[in-house]
C-alpha cells in the first residue's frame, strides 16, 4: 500500500504561473521527500524536509511539511516547460523503515 | 548523475522464462533497491539490500528474489516470468535506509509476452 498520495493526479498550467502540489500519508514519518521524473528517465531528488522542519526553500522550490494534518506541498514557482515531468512524495522512513512512493502528479506546463 | 547503470535498458522475454536484471553502483552506498513503476501505482518496493549478501522484501516481493554478492552489484530475478511483471523497474541507492535522498538508474522497461 502507498503511504504518501499526490493531488491532483493531474496539472496543466501556463508558462510563469506557479504550480502547487500536495502529498498526504497516513503514519508517522521522520522525513518527506519530492522526486521529479521526465518522461522515461529515472526519477531525481529535489528537496528533503525532517518532521522538525515546517518548511525548506530550494530555488524556485517552496515545500512546507504539517505533521499534525500528514501532509505537504511542494510549491513551484515561475515554471518553466522544462519543469513538466511527474512530480512524486515519498516518505521515509517510518514504521516501513524505507522511502514509500506516491502514484504522483502529471505536471504540464504550456508555454 | 550517480554512479548508477541498470542493464539491460530494453528486454522483451516470454511467459515462463527466467529474467535477471542488473544494477551497478559506483558510489559504494550501503543501501540499494529495486521498485517497479506501473501506471496507477507509482513506484512499489520489490525488495531491498542493506549490505552484502543481507536482503529483506519489500510491498511487491512475490514471483521476484534479489541477490547481492558484491557492493556494487544488486541483482534482480524474475524465476518464471508472467505478463502481471511487464512493468518498469528501477533501481535505487542510497546511503542511509530511507532517511538521506536516493538516486535512481535510468530504468528497465520489460515486457512478458
Known amino acids: 500500500s502507498q503511504q504518501g498520495e499526490e493531488d491532483p493526479q493531474a496539472l496543466s498550467i501556463q508558462e510563469g504561473e506557479n504550480a502547487t502540489m500536495n502529498c498526504s500519508y497516513k503514519t508517522s514519518i521522520n522525513n518527506l521527500q519530492w522526486y521529479r521524473q521526465n518522461s522515461g528517465r529515472g526519477l531525481v531528488h529535489l528537496i528533503l524536509?525532517?518532521?522538525?522542519?515546517r518548511e525548506k526553500h530550494s530555488g524556485r522550490l517552496r515545500v512546507t511539511l504539517d505533521t499534525s494534518k500528514k501532509s505537504s506541498s511542494l510549491l513551484i514557482t515561475a515554471s518553466r516547460a522544462a519543469d513538466t515531468a511527474s512530480y512524486f512524495c515519498?516518505?521515509?522512513?517510518?514504521?516501513?523503515?524505507?522511502?514509500?512512493f506516491g502514484s504522483g502528479t502529471q505536471l504540464t506546463v504550456l508555454p | 548523475d550517480a554512479g548508477i547503470t541498470q542493464s539491460p535498458r530494453h528486454k522483451v522475454t516470454e511467459t515462463g522464462t527466467p529474467v535477471t536484471l542488473r544494477c551497478h553502483q559506483t558510489?559504494?552506498?550501503?543501501?540499494m533497491y529495486w521498485y517497479r513503476q506501473d501506471p496507477g501505482h507509482g513506484l512499489r518496493l520489490i525488495h531491498y539490500?542493506?549490505?552484502?549478501?543481507?536482503?529483506d522484501k519489500g510491498e511487491v516481493s512475490d514471483g521476484y528474489s534479489v541477490s547481492r554478492s558484491k557492493t556494487e552489484d544488486f541483482l534482480l530475478t524474475l524465476e518464471s516470468a508472467t505478463s502481471s511483471q511487464t512493468s518498469v523497474y528501477f533501481c535505487?541507492?542510497?546511503?542511509?535506509?530511507?532517511?538521506?535522498?536516493?538516486?535512481f538508474g535510468q530504468g528497465t522497461r520489460l515486457t512478458v509476452v
Open positions: 524536509i525532517r518532521s522538525n522542519e
Open positions: 539490500s542493506y549490505g552484502v549478501k543481507d536482503t
Open positions: 558510489e559504494n552506498h550501503r543501501y
Open positions: 515519498a516518505t521515509g522512513p517510518g514504521s516501513a523503515r524505507q522511502l514509500t
Open positions: 535505487a541507492i542510497s546511503e542511509q535506509q530511507g532517511d538521506t535522498e536516493a538516486f
